[in-house]
């Protein structure tokens, strides 16, 4: 017997969403895919369906992607100790070679041939490929000393015309977090980053960022579901966004002063998250604006 409430919310869902596709389309979304939602077969599979979808309804999404722990996993293997400083992975001469062939190789691969079962066109490249990414060698700093942390870039320049060809097309572009510099050396580069840098350099009417965390969170530890970039500064200097959050949060804020209209830094441990973050009124996690 047909549940008629049952089909009748469906369609009022799908009229909820409406006009946001037809805002949408035809505009880029850059998707940072990482965290659990890289791990968990069914949070894998829900990722690959709405990035698929977005496509056939008419946005163009380009995806980033992590694979910190297939590096880990990998390096462990190789008998290759990870050290981190200030969160970014220490990468000597072994290491690179490593982090290269798993994010190129193994990690790009399977999220490409996970998007074309679901029926997308996924291409996957990296930053090396058309010279998409060139790099400068990235130094931090330690006890207000610089301290080299080996093979890991930081991007000076963006080539997007493969990315704005594929786009342009039927194709779903699975962007690898490897650049090089003007000598050819490879460069491990923070996935956040690149996401960031590719969403200005292509206008992006979109940045989405698929962490492990609820949202970006005060003092009090509940989600700020809209913030602008002043408060994330102050955020910062009063400690409240601390660690890892802040190369992601600062790679938000330049984001949104290049011209990119909205960022969202959401949890990619919910079912379908870039769908409900999109089109439903509400959304999840937190919204960055200028």
Request: aromatic content about 4%; some cysteine.
């Amino acid at each position: 017997m047909l549940d008629m409430n049952s089909l009748i919310k469906k369609a009022e869902i799908l009229i909820e969403a409406l006009p946001y596709i037809q805002r949408l389309s035809g505009k880029t979304v850059v998707i940072k895919y990482g965290g659990n939602a890289m791990i968990n077969d069914e949070l894998k599979d829900s990722v690959m369906e709405d990035i698929t979808l977005l496509k056939f309804i008419g946005l163009n999404p380009v995806v980033v992607h992590g694979g910190g722990p297939d590096i880990s996993s990998a390096l462990k293997t190789y008998g290759i100790e990870s050290k981190f400083i200030n969160g970014l992975r220490v990468t000597d001469d072994e290491t690179i070679k490593v982090a290269q062939m798993v994010l190129i190789g193994k990690t790009n691969k399977e999220i490409v041939a996970g998007i074309n079962c679901k029926g997308g066109k996924a291409v996957g490249i990296s930053g090396i490929d058309g010279s998409l990414l060139e790099c400068e060698k990235l130094y931090t700093e330690v006890d207000g000393e610089k301290a080299d942390i080996g093979h890991v870039g930081e991007v000076v320049k963006v080539n997007d015309e493969l990315i704005k060809l594929l786009t342009s097309d039927e194709y779903i572009p699975v962007v690898a977090p490897i650049g090089t510099d003007k000598n050819g050396d490879s460069y491990n580069i923070n996935a956040d980053t690149v996401a960031s840098v590719l969403a200005c350099a292509l206008k992006a009417e979109k940045l989405m960022l698929l962490t492990d965390i609820d949202g970006v969170k005060d003092a009090n530890g509940d989600i700020i579901f809209e913030i602008n970039a002043e408060q994330i500064r102050k955020l910062i200097n009063d400690g409240v966004i601390n660690g890892g959050m802040i190369p992601k949060v600062l790679g938000c804020v330049s984001a949104i002063n290049a011209g990119v209209e909205r960022v969202h830094i959401i949890d990619g441990r919910i079912p379908h998250c870039i769908l409900l973050e999109i089109f439903t009124d509400k959304g999840i996690g937190t919204m960055i604006t200028k």
